[in-house]
């Protein structure tokens, strides 16, 4: 097995807001070289840096109803909370180092809110959003719900009380993760104590990067990645170690390429442009259900 070295290191792009309540700096697809090609099967990574919101009385902050068709959008929850609804009488509420892992699938329509506890206390918000693409034979499937606790996702210990590695999809070290996945996805989050050390090992061909959450890190002993930074790495080689410089959260994510061809359009990611256009045709037609704002 050979090393898998950093090809680069990203800071994180200005930040903009998603509705009113998530301020996100967005990697995937637009930093430099991390496109829906490039990074395939994940098509979009929105970064909430942790941010402090004031309480609210009024509306609690967020986005609206919108639609979804194609792919998953998986929600981890670092500091906050979000509530969300959907059309098809689903709701619930991701609470910090809670994971939501939807399947948009054929379609839903759903809106994402701070919860009305958080909205009501205010605090720190920190989150990640990642859109996994699904294989077009997946893509008309029926959407579903993982709402994943922390209790539920597997932690392994890091040698030399190092800290614990989550294992929200994949596996690790033969652990296998909560959330089901359509095509081969790792998605993991490191604890780490300050000296903290964990070695990972991904096959060469699967698009491979991580997101420093808190703290810092280095890779392979040589690549310094701080805060709120992005490493992605070459195909070339399958194993890395990352150490943390302080106590760290860093989010880990590896998948197999799809190889598929990927029309997207928003909220829309299918193979073709006709199928975007029937997805405007069907979302006007009240195709995706209903839901009040
Ligand atoms: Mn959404």
Wanted: cysteine-free.
């Amino acid at each position: 097995m050979s090393v898998k070295q950093v090809e680069m290191v990203l800071a994180p792009r200005e930040p903009h807001y998603v509705g009113d309540g998530f301020k996100v700096h967005n990697f995937i697809p637009s930093a430099y070289g991390l496109t829906m090609q490039r990074m395939d099967p994940f098509i979009m990574l929105d970064y909430g840096a942790k941010f402090y919101f004031p309480p609210s009385t009024s509306k609690a902050r967020g986005v609206g109803v919108h639609p979804h068709r194609g792919f998953e959008t998986v929600t981890v929850a670092y500091k906050g909370s979000v509530a969300h609804h959907d059309s098809s009488g689903g709701g619930g509420v991701i609470a910090e180092g809670d994971v939501q892992w939807m399947t948009a699938a054929s379609g839903v329509l759903h809106k994402e809110y701070h919860s009305d506890e958080f909205s009501k206390t205010g605090g720190d918000f920190q989150m990640v959003q990642l859109w996994v693409n699904l294989p077009a034979k997946d893509k008309m499937s029926t959407p579903k719900y993982q709402a994943i606790t922390n209790a539920q996702i597997p932690k392994i210990p890091v040698t030399q009380n190092g800290g614990l590695v989550e294992v929200i999809a994949g596996a690790y070290e033969g652990n296998i993760g909560a959330a089901s996945t359509f095509s081969p996805v790792h998605l993991l989050n490191a604890k780490l104590n300050e000296g903290g050390e964990a070695s990972f090992n991904f096959p060469a061909h699967f698009n491979t990067g991580l997101l420093v959450i808190e703290g810092s890190v280095i890779i392979n002993g040589t690549e310094d990645v701080p805060l709120d930074h992005f490493a992605l790495f070459t195909n070339i080689g399958e194993s890395f170690t990352i150490k943390a410089t302080e106590n760290s959260i860093v989010l880990i994510l590896s998948g197999e390429p799809i190889k598929e061809p990927i029309a997207a359009h928003g909220p829309f990611v299918m193979n073709t442009r006709q199928e975007i256009m029937q997805a405007f045709e069907d979302y006007e037609n009240g195709k995706f259900g209903e839901l009040v704002d």
